[in-house]
């Protein structure tokens, strides 16, 4: 079975803080991993697609990576701003164009 | 472009009524995917279209529940009779079938089954 496990639940980082979210998978075939931001009260918002293990993305404070098995986001020197919830989901080749979630970190960061 | 847009953004009912949630894709998207999010579960996929054919409905919870989508920009997805435990919230989102595309998210209902 097809299953995303994020850690930790919940992460609170002092402004400036670097730090790694984690996303472990079990997929039969990767297609996809994806990251996506999202703010309380709202729909979750697109960060990063990868594609293949060894691959890199990067925007502003994040940068996501990927091995075979795991995937991390990094977060460099965080603002408040950044505080929200990531979630990681995975696109199994089986599933079609259908994303698998974790259930997500949520980050807080204080000033 | 305006984006995914779902209808009510928030719906409080009693159990026993029918709910009707409505989404209208991004123009030029022909998969739409329902889902809906609890804390103790996440995001789960309830069920998904690709140019308007459902193609995987396994995660539809029981009968109570069905979809529809009878045109490229418009979707409804009914739960009759509502009960408590279907609180939660329901996303739509929507992509282009056959890439490995990024789903784009509506901004959700919020469901509340008294």
């Known amino acids: 079975e097809d299953q995303v496990t994020q850690s930790p639940e919940a992460l609170r980082l002092q402004e400036g803080e670097s730090s790694s979210l984690n996303c472990s998978y079990t997929?039969?075939?990767?297609?996809?991993l994806f990251w996506y931001r999202q703010d309380p009260g709202k729909g979750p918002e697109f960060l990063f697609t990868l594609y293949s293990a060894g691959e890199e993305k990067e925007k502003e404070r994040l940068k996501a990576t990927l091995t075979k098995k795991e995937s991390f986001l990094h977060i460099t020197a965080p603002k408040p701003e950044d505080s929200a919830t990531y979630l990681c989901?995975?696109?199994?080749?089986?599933?079609?164009?259908?994303?698998?979630f974790g259930k997500g970190t949520t980050l807080s960061v204080s000033s | 472009d305006a984006g995914v847009i779902q209808s009510p953004r928030h719906e409080v009912t009693e159990m026993g009524q029918e709910v009707t949630l409505r989404c209208k894709p991004i123009s030029g998207h022909n998969s739409l995917f329902w889902y809906r999010q609890t804390m103790m579960r996440g995001l789960e996929l309830l069920i998904y279209?690709?140019?308007?054919?459902?193609?995987?409905d396994s995660g539809m919870p029981e009968d109570r529940f069905s979809a529809k989508m009878p045109n490229a920009s418009f979707s409804t997805l009914k739960i009759q009779p509502s009960e408590p435990r279907d609180s939660a919230v329901y996303f739509c989102?929507?992509?282009?079938?056959?890439?490995?595309?990024?789903?784009?998210f509506g901004s959700g209902t919020q469901l509340s089954v008294l």
């Open positions: 997929v039969s075939g990767l297609r996809g």
């Open positions: 279209f690709n140019n308007n054919v459902p193609i995987d």
């Open positions: 989102a929507s992509s282009i079938v056959g890439l490995t595309k990024e789903l784009f």
């Open positions: 989901a995975v696109q199994a080749r089986q599933a079609g164009t259908a994303l698998i």
